[in-house]
């Protein structure tokens, strides 16, 4: 809670995933993906309540041990093509008694293990503090748009007309992407023609790329157990 408005934090963790079976239960660092989510939700001092959304009995036994509230998701909100925004509408409709279109809904996804407390802790007071609908994470662009191509007719064109892709990036404008590790949105903000979870006036908290992984597929669970070891080696010295 953070000056009388409760902070609800969803974790949405399908059961299907045909990159990595079981991708969200799968170790990483010797623990199943989905609770490095709940555990960065734990640490933070200003979180109420964190509820697992999955179809999954097997994910919410893992994180009913690990102290979340499960929420069964219908199946119609967990196929391939099924949108996270469909999936807080249903999370918010079912907790309308609980919730005041003044409180925040938090969402973490699972596949971003390596984002902090801090992190989250940042978004959750600048949506406070300036009055916000939205917050949500970016980390510098993997691809600035400046040289992003399209081929039509297998001829190569510029996808942004007028751009000179060839100069270097110091002269390149700085470009972010988001990178789905924090989003956290009003309540009242949600309705039924929202889209996505950058709404109304927004703001931005910038995190760095080694705390940016989101996890899609093995080998990012091989950069991601890099990156831990070399965290853990960090701070070990």
Same mark, same amino acid.
């Given at each position: 809670?953070?000056?009388?408005?409760? *902070?609800?934090?969803?974790?949405?963790? +399908?059961?299907?995933?045909?990159?990595?079976?079981?991708?969200?239960?799968?170790? /990483?660092?010797?623990?199943? &993906?989905?609770?490095?989510?709940?555990?960065?939700?734990?640490?933070?001092?200003?979180?109420? !309540?964190?509820? *697992?959304?999955?179809?999954?009995?097997?994910?919410?036994?893992?994180?009913?041990?690990?102290?979340? %509230?499960?929420?069964?998701?219908?199946?119609?909100?967990?196929?391939?093509?099924? /949108?996270?925004?469909?999936?807080? %509408?249903?999370?918010?409709?079912?907790?309308?008694? !609980?919730?005041?279109?003044?409180?925040?809904? /938090? &969402?973490?996804?699972?596949?971003?293990? /390596?984002?902090?407390?801090? =992190?989250?802790?940042?978004?959750?007071?600048?949506? #406070?503090?300036?009055?916000?609908?939205?917050?949500?994470?970016?980390?510098?662009?993997?691809?600035?748009?400046?040289?992003?191509?399209?081929?039509?007719?297998?001829?190569?064109?510029?996808?942004? =007309?007028?751009? $000179?892709?060839?100069?270097?990036?110091?002269?390149?404008?700085?470009?972010?992407?988001?990178?789905?590790?924090?989003?956290?949105?009003?309540?009242?903000?949600?309705?039924? #023609?929202?889209?996505?979870? *950058?709404?109304?006036?927004?703001?931005?908290? $910038?995190?760095?790329? =080694?705390?940016?992984?989101? $996890?899609?597929?093995?080998?990012?669970?091989?950069?991601? #157990?890099?990156?831990?070891?070399? +965290?853990?080696?960090? !701070?070990?010295?």
């Amino acid at each position: 809670m953070i000056n009388g408005k409760k *902070v609800i934090a969803l974790i949405p963790a +399908r059961g299907g995933s045909k990159s990595v079976p079981k991708k969200n239960i799968t170790l /990483l660092g010797n623990k199943p &993906l989905i609770a490095w989510s709940i555990d960065v939700a734990k640490a933070s001092n200003f979180i109420d !309540e964190i509820i *697992v959304s999955t179809d999954c009995s097997e994910i919410a036994n893992v994180a009913t041990k690990l102290g979340a %509230r499960v929420q069964v998701r219908p199946n119609e909100l967990a196929g391939d093509t099924s /949108l996270v925004i469909d999936t807080i %509408r249903y999370v918010i409709s079912s907790m309308s008694r !609980e919730l005041k279109e003044e409180d925040y809904l /938090l &969402l973490l996804e699972p596949t971003c293990p /390596l984002r902090s407390v801090q =992190d989250v802790e940042g978004c959750i007071k600048m949506i #406070e503090s300036k009055d916000l609908d939205s917050v949500a994470t970016f980390k510098e662009a993997d691809l600035n748009p400046h040289r992003a191509w399209k081929i039509e007719s297998d001829e190569p064109i510029n996808f942004i =007309d007028g751009v $000179i892709p060839w100069l270097p990036r110091q002269k390149l404008p700085q470009a972010y992407q988001l990178n789905g590790a924090v989003y956290i949105t009003k309540v009242g903000a949600i309705n039924e #023609e929202t889209l996505g979870l *950058v709404v109304g006036k927004s703001g931005a908290i $910038i995190m760095p790329k =080694d705390r940016s992984i989101d $996890i899609d597929d093995l080998t990012d669970f091989i950069i991601a #157990e890099t990156l831990l070891k070399k +965290r853990i080696e960090k !701070e070990g010295h």
